[in-house]
């Protein structure tokens, strides 16, 4: 199993930024994605930013060039910046970890964060 504890988020004005972090435990070596998802109200989850084993970075086209996703190997922690953020981006914003597990995956979350944009 693996544990995801989310920090950061809130609340900024268009234009703004806001960082989010989210720390794994558990079987780590396990993982072979990570990254992070968001749901609007009304709408379904939508990945936003993923890093995969063969260390390939993938974002959704509306974040790309403003959002960032980076990982700390030491600090088992993975985090996304998020830069001139618009209204669109408000969400609760959803820590997400993808491992083996037999011949399938297990996908694991964390609790969630919510990430208001408005001015």
């Known amino acids: 199993q693996v544990q995801l504890v989310e920090s950061g988020g809130g609340s900024v004005q268009p234009g703004g930024s806001l960082g989010l972090s989210c720390?794994?435990?558990?079987s780590i070596l396990s993982i072979y994605t990570m990254g992070w998802y968001?749901?609007?109200?009304g709408k379904e989850?939508?990945?936003v930013a993923t890093f995969t084993s063969?260390?390939?970075?993938?974002?959704?086209d509306s974040v790309k060039a403003r959002f960032t996703l980076s990982w700390d190997n030491a600090k088992n922690t993975v985090y996304l910046q998020?830069?001139?953020l618009t209204p669109e981006d408000t969400?609760?914003?959803?820590c997400h970890a993808r491992?083996?597990?037999g011949a399938?995956?297990?996908d694991h979350w964390g609790q969630g964060t919510q990430v208001t944009v408005s001015s």
């Not at 063969?54 to 959704?60: E, I, L, M, R």
């Not at 969400?91 to 959803?94: D, E, G, P, R, T």
């Open 23 to 26: 720390l794994a435990s558990g």
């Open 38 to 41: 968001r749901q609007a109200p």
């Open 45 to 47: 989850r939508d990945l």
């Open 54 to 60: 063969s260390s390939v970075t993938n974002y959704a």
């Open 82 to 84: 998020m830069n001139s």
């Open 91 to 94: 969400a609760v914003y959803y």
């Open 99 to 101: 491992t083996t597990y």
């Open 104 to 106: 399938g995956y297990l």
